[in-house]
């Protein structure tokens, strides 16, 4: 393997001198044999880890027997993986895409579609400073990410930005072109911060008694990522629509919208794509479902988010550190210092192994491990943690 041949590859970001050969489970190994014990599985995708068996096996069995026939057709694990979704939540029906992206919009469609329908073409959906929802000109637009107002404007109109975890910057917005309020229940980009069961259920009481959509995005939250199948639940409310997306494919292209039979407006010709729900696909998605709620995963799940936690917290009280937040295994460390893109430098470079982590900020450090991440792998990152720190803040 050679980086010889990288200058092909537009430059959309900077990369590391390594190119990944194989995974398994947590670990992943670059061309020179070096392994990698990874925190991040490709921003929350990996649910299953590297190379699952699951996921292989549901590969290798579907591209046996159909792999795209259309979406113009219906095909069975389409259909099955529907089911299965609608089952485990408050929803009726789905819609799948290739990217949490374009699942938010479809979502942005939907529900501008519902305000033309119920409410006088109303078309403005409300969402948060600091959120992000994807990297198309709708989704940017919708994202409250600094800076990306400008980046390819004009922006797409009808997002205004309330706080997060502020119920009254929410209602100082709404107005009668108001049609939804769509939020991450953890803001993953943003910093890793948690709505607050108080703030998710008061927008639904405020949605409702406004008579506009609650929309929530899940993403990253989504498929168990933070303790629970879907992170709405966690507040015990329902919303009207939910976008999924990263580990609902366990690392394939997979994505879906989910609405209430009352939402689902979309009349025929209003939303498609050419491989959106093929069989290849949405076969992965049936094996994660199925392995997620298979008896005693979710235990685990929170088992090791509570590990996690724990272990954060006691590296923030040795360091002086501001502490720990997140979800399940959605969770960051704040620093008390902009040096975490340092510490993620040296834990790649770490050697015998290496540690993959990401600072989505400068004084914070990102954690999405596998859902079945070891709790021996799990005891070898705050190890391996400990010893950054002391290194890069001593430095």
Not at 144 to 172: E, R, T
Not at 192 to 212: D, H, K, N, W
Not at 265 to 277: A, E, I, K, L, R
Not at 321 to 327: H, I, P, S, V, W
Request: some cysteine; hydrophobic content about 40%.
């Amino acid at each position: 393997m050679s980086l010889a041949d990288t200058n092909y590859l537009m430059d959309i970001t900077t990369r590391p001198d390594l190119i990944f050969k194989k995974g398994e489970g947590s670990w992943l190994e670059d061309q020179h044999g070096k392994r990698y014990l990874d925190m991040l599985q490709g921003w929350a995708v990996n649910c299953l880890g590297h190379n699952p068996q699951p996921i292989i096996e549901a590969l290798t069995t579907q591209s046996h027997l159909l792999i795209n026939p259309s979406p113009a057709f219906y095909n069975q694990p389409m259909i099955d993986l529907a089911k299965r979704l609608c089952s485990a939540s408050c929803f009726d029906q789905v819609f799948f895409a290739n990217s949490g992206a374009e699942a938010n919009e479809g979502a942005i469609k939907l529900a501008r579609k519902w305000g033309q329908k119920h409410r006088q073409g109303a078309y403005k959906i409300i969402s948060f400073e600091h959120a992000f929802h994807g990297r198309t000109l709708a989704t940017m637009s919708l994202s409250g990410k600094a800076g990306w107002d400008k980046l390819f404007a004009p922006q797409v109109d009808g997002f205004p930005k309330a706080k997060y975890n502020d119920i009254d910057s929410v209602k100082a917005l709404i107005d009668e072109q108001t049609v939804a309020v769509m939020l991450e229940p953890v803001q993953g980009e943003g910093g890793v911060i948690p709505a607050s069961r108080e703030f998710m259920q008061q927008l639904r009481q405020l949605t409702e008694e406004r008579g506009i959509l609650l929309i929530v995005d899940e993403v990253q939250t989504g498929m168990g990522r933070c303790g629970s199948l879907f992170a709405y639940q966690l507040a015990e409310i329902e919303p009207d629509i939910m976008t999924l997306g990263k580990g609902i494919g366990g690392g394939v292209p997979l994505s879906a919208l989910l609405a209430k039979t009352s939402v689902s407006v979309f009349d025929h010709g209003d939303q498609g794509g050419t491989y959106n729900g093929n069989p290849l696909m949405t076969a992965v998605g049936v094996a994660v479902f199925d392995t997620l709620m298979a008896d005693g995963f979710m235990d685990g799940v929170r088992e090791r988010a509570q590990q996690l936690s724990e272990g954060l917290l006691k590296l923030s009280d040795k360091w002086g550190f501001k502490g720990e937040r997140g979800e399940g295994l959605l969770r960051s460390l704040v620093l008390d210092g902009e040096y975490a893109p340092a510490i993620v430098e040296q834990a790649r470079n770490r050697s015998p192994e290496g540690l993959l982590l990401n600072a989505p900020r400068p004084n914070l450090l990102r954690f999405m491990p596998a859902l079945n991440i070891s709790k021996e792998d799990l005891d070898f990152c705050l190890v391996c943690l400990d010893e950054l720190i002391a290194q890069v803040r001593g430095a």
